[in-house]
């Protein structure tokens, strides 16, 4: 799956779970990115609003999504 940036230079990593459907409240992306269950480029990561840049890769559960300008 893919993100499309759209001209801007990053999207925090909390609004692409929210923005994707992921998860339908700011709190719920908060958990489960504490939690552990979000892979950013191949290592967890727990930094809630993570600014997440073109040819980044996040994963949570099997769902992979690119980003993409």
Do not use: H, P
């Not at 990053?10 to 489960?32: C, H, P």
């Amino acid at each position: 799956m893919e993100f499309q940036l759209n001209g801007q230079e990053f999207i925090q990593l909390n609004d692409l779970l929210k923005v994707m459907s992921i998860v339908g409240t700011g709190g719920e992306a908060k958990i489960r990115i504490l939690e552990g269950e979000v892979f950013l480029n191949g290592e967890e990561c727990n930094v809630i609003r993570k600014k997440l840049y073109e040819g980044d890769v996040v994963k949570i559960g099997e769902l992979e999504i690119l980003i993409i300008n």
